[in-house]
């Protein structure tokens, strides 16, 4: 629900009554609800690609750009370095090497049953690129919550 601004009238005393601070309160709390989506949906399960390869996550962000938080959880089997970036992006966020860097779209899950939480952009039509350094079995990828954008 979009905000609407109370009117104001110059010809009374300043104030609001109650009626229209409850108003102001509910569209506060909407506003928060339409900005902020807690999802908590699995969009991957099996074993990661190798080379940067689409995500498509849009049946849980929709086609849109959005801000989203993944977890990625590691079964039995080493990944190595998890890396995610948005779709249609060139810059290699990548380096498989005892000085991995790590950031918010970057981790090494180097133990067994960890799970890792990265933050990434989709592309307009609701897709991410991933890639890890070692395509293994038992990886699990999950929205928890995004973020739409204007």
């Known amino acids: 629900m979009p905000y609407t601004p109370t009117a104001w009238n110059p010809g009374i005393a300043p104030g609001?009554?109650?009626?229209?601070?409850?108003?102001?309160?509910?569209?506060?709390?909407?506003?928060?609800?339409?900005?902020?989506?807690?999802?908590?949906?699995?969009?991957?399960?099996?074993?990661?690609?190798?080379?940067?390869?689409?995500?498509d996550i849009s049946a849980v962000v929709g086609t849109n750009v959005a801000l989203v938080l993944l977890k990625v959880g590691r079964g039995a089997n080493d990944p190595g370095e998890v890396v995610f970036r948005k779709d249609g992006d060139?810059?290699?966020?990548?380096?498989?090497?005892?000085?991995?860097?790590?950031?918010?779209?970057?981790?090494?899950?180097?133990?067994?049953?960890?799970?890792?939480?990265?933050?990434?952009a989709t592309s307009g039509l609701g897709v991410i690129e991933w890639k890890a350094s070692n395509a293994v079995a038992g990886i699990t990828v999950d929205v928890i919550a995004f973020v739409i954008g204007a």
């Open 16 to 55: 609001i009554s109650a009626a229209n601070l409850n108003n102001l309160e509910t569209q506060h709390t909407q506003a928060i609800n339409d900005i902020l989506t807690v999802s908590e949906t699995e969009v991957f399960s099996g074993t990661p690609p190798a080379a940067w390869t689409d995500l």
């Open 90 to 120: 060139t810059d290699d966020f990548f380096y498989s090497g005892s000085l991995a860097g790590h950031g918010v779209a970057s981790a090494d899950m180097l133990t067994n049953g960890i799970h890792t939480a990265y933050m990434v």
